[in-house]
C-alpha cells in the first residue's frame, strides 16, 4: 500500500463534517439517523486516525489542544503527530513519498 493512511481520518472526517453540516440545518429537529451518523464517523475517526510511527491517537492530541469551536479546523488541518511530530505519509514503503 502506498496510499498512506491520511484517508483513514480524512474519509470519516469528511463525513463527520458532513452531518455535523446536516446537523447545522436540521437543528431545529436534528434527524436521529444523522446523529448516529455522526457519532460513528466521529468514533471511526479517533480510532482510525492513530499515528502510524508512536500509535497515540492524533484526533484526541488535535481535540485536546483545541478549543471546542475550533475542532472542525483542528482535524481538517491536522498534517502530522502532535505527540511525535512524524508526518502522516506512509512509513510502510522506503522512498514512499507519495501524495
Ligand atoms: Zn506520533
Not at 63 to 89: D, I, N
Amino acid at each position: 500500500m502506498r496510499t498512506g493512511q491520511r484517508w483513514r481520518y480524512e474519509v470519516p472526517a469528511a463525513a463527520f463534517i458532513v452531518c455535523g453540516v446536516g446537523l447545522l440545518f436540521q437543528a431545529g429537529r436534528p434527524s436521529p439517523l444523522l446523529l448516529g451518523l455522526a457519532l460513528a464517523s466521529f468514533v471511526l475517526m479517533c480510532a482510525w486516525a492513530r499515528c502510524p510511527r508512536c500509535g497515540s491517537a492524533v484526533v484526541w492530541h488535535a481535540l485536546g489542544r483545541a478549543r471546542v469551536w475550533k475542532w472542525m479546523t483542528a482535524v481538517v488541518e491536522l498534517r502530522q503527530c502532535p505527540a511525535c511530530s512524524f508526518e502522516g505519509t506512509d512509513s510502510t514503503g522506503p522512498g514512499g513519498a507519495t501524495t
